[in-house]
């Protein structure tokens, strides 16, 4: 009876401490859980991006200027002035075909670029067949990059030689890279694609500083530039409340907020908050008007 007696002792105390486990677990993700509200993006017209960061410093919120991985070309006047004196040059795509395409990433703070390689009309594993012809990588490459043409076919048989060796269950098999050292020839990119163009299209996405420019020849895709425009993020807590705007260059804005998911939130006052703290920062309050709030409750 005593053995019968322990046994039973210890599988109570099992159960007691799973039981804990998952109290403890539980109360965890309680503290840690929150509510939030954030918006979809505006732009507001003529909007002093500096000026409205100024503003806000001088009514005591933290204003954060946000920057990327890209880097910003010097000596382009136009894009100076359309994108602001600290843009930054983040992603150049080529296309070779509809199916076949170039993208350039660019990490400035490690002094390499990405360049990797998509070809939509691969079937199964990617062969050094799936890959554009050699003339049309070592042209993109020497315009892209300050190298010569035995560079960029060194470069280029480099990339061969990972496709035919990689394990093709790898993620990222299908969309083999490359990093690459040399300088970027970013102006002598941008003449090419501008001069070449008959139509341009832009977008960007309000609030985040994300601005994409896609150039065509006729209805012949060339490539795109995607470029991240100064952008700031401006804080204001109160009371275990947190408010932010995000703002980039081109008068682009969109909201959130959060608190603990224990607490009241409502919409209406949040747009309140919203509303005194674009007024301070010389953005027309009404602009909160316009702003599409989703809710979360939590974030489990």
């Known amino acids: 009876m005593k053995r019968v007696y322990w046994v039973a002792v210890g599988l109570g105390a099992v ?5 804990v486990a998952y109290a403890v677990f539980a109360g965890v993700l309680i503290a840690f859980d929150v509510a939030s509200y954030s918006s979809d993006g505006v732009t507001v017209s003529e909007l002093d991006y500096e000026d409205a960061l100024d503003r806000a410093e001088d009514a005591g919120y933290t204003v954060e200027r946000v920057g990327s991985s890209g880097f910003h070309p010097e000596g382009i006047d136009e894009l100076d002035a359309e994108l602001g004196p600290e843009y930054e040059a983040f992603r150049v795509t080529f296309d070779h075909s509809e199916t076949k395409r170039l993208w350039a990433t660019f990490y400035a703070d490690e002094g390499t670029t990405v360049v ?5 009309d691969a079937r199964g594993e990617f062969t050094v067949d799936d890959l554009p012809p050699d003339e049309w990588l070592v042209d993109r490459f020497t315009l892209l990059f300050e190298m010569d043409e035995a560079t960029a076919e060194a470069y280029i048989e480099e990339l061969k030689e990972d496709v035919r060796t990689g394990d093709p269950s ?4 299908g969309t083999p890279e490359l990093q690459v050292d040399e300088p970027v020839a970013f102006r002598a990119t941008y003449d090419e694609l501008t001069t070449r163009a008959t139509a341009v299209n832009a977008t960007s996405s309000p609030g985040s500083g994300w601005h994409e420019r896609e150039y065509y020849a006729g209805e012949e895709r060339l490539g795109s530039i995607e470029f991240v ?5 401006v804080t204001h807590e109160a009371d275990g409340y947190t408010y932010r705007v995000h703002l980039d260059y081109h ?6 907020a959060q608190t603990r998911a224990t607490r009241t939130f409502e919409e209406e006052d949040v747009r309140a908050v919203f509303r005194q703290m674009f007024e301070e920062m010389g953005i027309p309050p009404e602009t909160v008007d316009h702003l599409q709030l989703e809710y979360r409750g939590s974030v489990w």
């Open 170 to 173: 790898e993620p990222g098999a």
């Open 15 to 19: 159960v007691v401490a799973v039981l």
């Open 251 to 256: 008068g682009g804005v969109e909201v959130d």
């Open 229 to 233: 425009l100064p952008r700031a993020t």
């Open 116 to 120: 990797t390689l998509f070809a939509d």
